[in-house]
């Protein structure tokens, strides 16, 4: 349960560090080749997919942690609050690969 937090935090810091390094990149600042642009989409679909592993990860090791530590209502809540912590993960993780591709998108049409 206390592992939620860090993961949390883990997870903001790398979305934020993703974004600023996608807007960093001199190559969105003009438009980008159909091959440049499906290369990045290809990325981000890869890194969504890490995130959201690393969701299911953090979740199974919370409610491991939960199981064995705790009992009876505790330990009920306990895997709420993991499952919940996960979910809000993997929609984090997603809301950062919708805002990649729209990025990606934009950078295409000029």
Known sequence: MLKRTPSALLV???SSFCLAAFAADPSTEAALSKGEAKDLK???EAQYKARKNVAEAN??????D??????GA???ACLKSAKASAKSD????????ELEEQKI????KQ
């Not at 939960?66 to 009992?71: F, G």
């Not at 993997?90 to 809301?95: I, Q």
């Open 66 to 71: 939960c199981k064995t530590a705790l009992e």
């Open 59 to 64: 979740e199974d090791l919370n409610k491991g």
């Open 42 to 44: 290809t990325q981000s």
């Open 105 to 108: 998108k934009d950078a295409t």
């Open 74 to 76: 505790a330990k009920r």
């Open 90 to 97: 993997k929609a984090a993780a997603k809301t950062v690969h």
């Open 12 to 14: 903001t810091a790398l």
